[in-house]
């Protein structure tokens, strides 16, 4: 490879944080590269919700770097032995099923050069099948999202161990009552 072209991808899978490294001669490298050209410089028109910073949740983050570069006069350490990030690429699935590519050419540098690119769905269907994004999503409307689901099984057991424990603590209190005799406060000072 060139040595101007990334070599080394780190994958992030979905929101699992699952972290994936490959390098270029392997077999999912060279389908990743396919499926989301990390050299292609063109971008298509989003929905306007998406260009807002509202579209589904990323499948997976892209990190392409290129190994083997760097060394004196720009660091202490041997020539060769740095990692420069070339890209980074956001995979997003579609209400409709459609794999698209959020790019950042440049994650080092703060500006607003974010290409958008529908990618071959074979491709990415593949890569899905590999494990390589992590476990597919639950299909839409197929029950509450995990967040809300875990919120509300706590909430659950908050209210019933809050019911039942000031319900346990009453029937004490009431035992305790009955089981004690009634005791009387005397003023001392009337009698004498």
Partial sequence: MSRDIPD?????????????TLRSGDR???????SLAPTEPRTERVPEAWQRGRYPRARATV?????GIGGWPYTRRAPGG?????????????????????????PDVADDDIRWRRVP???????????????????PGGGLPDDLRWAAVGLGAGLALGVGGTLAVRRRAAAQRVAEPRQELIDLGELG
């Fill in 28 to 34: 999912r490298f060279a389908l990743l590269w396919q």
């Fill in 63 to 67: 990190m392409w770097a290129l190994t």
């Fill in 82 to 106: 740095d990692v420069a990030i070339e890209r980074q690429d956001q995979v997003f699935l579609a209400a409709d099923g459609t794999p698209w590519v959020r790019s950042d050419p440049a």
């Fill in 8 to 20: 080394l991808a780190l994958v992030v899978a979905g929101d699992s944080g699952r972290t994936t």
């Fill in 121 to 139: 769905k074979d491709v990415f269907e593949r890569l899905e099948r590999d494990g390589l994004f992590g476990p597919a999503p639950a299909a």
